[in-house]
T-cell receptor
């Protein structure tokens, strides 16, 4: 079963706009991670936020975590056409990752 | 630093045939994972190895799927016999103290399996 559920399932924006993706989960976690997957490729790790952290930044990425609501969000600022990909949240408990269904982001030039 | 290697990249077989996938993790990574990703869905864990021992195979369909990591390095995943619903991308990932972050899984490019 999939722990995380992303919302929206698909998102289409213009280059330069911001993209926000949300993830909800059900059980306690050690950390939450976001991955990107380009079509036909493997997953690339973007950012990890621990359960005792509330916000984290990495370049144009901003991740928030609300453990009381069991939710996280990924914000990509000033999007580029190269950001077009599927984005997955994954919750970590012990050594295991459980992935959500992903958000398919399209950034139009 | 070399990443996770997988082969073949693509495989097309008929139902009831057998198929095997190979994974070479990042050097020094003790933990190795196999995931199944059906089109339009997120990856689903099939099996986790710690060195050459199985940590979790609760979601592996053991009547047809098998995996091994005999020397604690490379791993193979086999399907015998394949069904139509096995069509998916099979992803290998590794994690460990050697290189990168110890709490991050690094993924290979995957093997896309089509069962006709």
């Amino acid at each position: 079963s999939q722990q995380g559920e992303e919302d929206p399932q698909a998102l289409s924006i213009q280059e330069g706009e911001n993209a926000t993706m949300n993830c909800s989960y059900k059980t306690s976690i050690n950390n939450l991670q976001w991955y990107r997957q380009n079509s036909g490729r493997g997953l690339v790790h973007l950012i990890l936020i621990r359960s005792n952290e509330r916000e984290k930044h990495s370049g144009r990425l901003r991740v928030t975590l609300d453990t009381s609501k069991k939710s996280s969000s990924l914000l990509i600022t000033a999007s580029r056409a190269a950001d077009t990909a599927s984005y997955f949240c994954a919750t970590a408990a012990g050594n295991m990752l459980t992935f959500g269904g992903g958000t398919r982001l399209m950034v139009k030039p | 630093e070399a990443g996770v290697a997988q082969s073949p990249r693509y495989k097309i077989i008929e139902k009831r045939q057998s198929v095997a996938f190979w994974c070479n993790p990042i050097s020094g990574h003790a933990t190795l994972y196999w995931y199944q990703q059906i089109l339009g869905q997120g990856p689903k864990l099939l099996i986790q190895f710690q060195n050459n021992g199985v940590v979790d195979d609760s979601q592996l369909p053991k009547d047809r799927f098998s995996a091994e990591r005999l020397k604690g390095v490379d791993s193979t995943l086999k399907i015998q016999p394949a069904k139509l619903e096995d069509s998916a991308v099979y992803l290998c990932a590794s994690k460990g103290l050697a290189g990168g972050r110890a709490d991050t899984q690094y993924f290979g490019p995957g093997t896309r399996l089509t069962v006709l």
